[in-house]
């Protein structure tokens, strides 16, 4: 009926698949990546990915870190700049500077860190209130 056959054809994925640094691999240097990055092993160097970063239980990166979702299972030390959400699961160990749009820990988790929260900007109290303005006062 059909005059193709399905023998022999590649099917090419959309997405792309994420990348792994398995529990007894040791990388020196920097890691870039559009695809999603899970670390089981020991990174020193910077890691930036265009999607979401995971530090397994026993994964430790010690650098600069750049995405858009992190989840921590395991140890970090450095700057960890993630666009969208951060969650720090128990066993997590965080150590450095963090810029991060949402943030989730669960209890258990060392966060020593300083945090700076991005994209949230004061909403005024009430329905109708307005902003105050500084002025001179008489």
Known sequence: MFSESR???VITETFPQANRIEKNTRITGDIVSEADIRIDGKVEGNVKSSGRIVIGKDGFIKGKIECVNADIEGKFTGDLTVAEQ?????SAVIEGDVVVSRLSVEPGAAFNASCNMKGGELKPLG???EPQKAGKTA
């Open 7 to 9: 023998k022999g054809k």
């Open 86 to 90: 951060l969650s720090l699961k128990s």
């Open 127 to 129: 329905k109708n209130a």
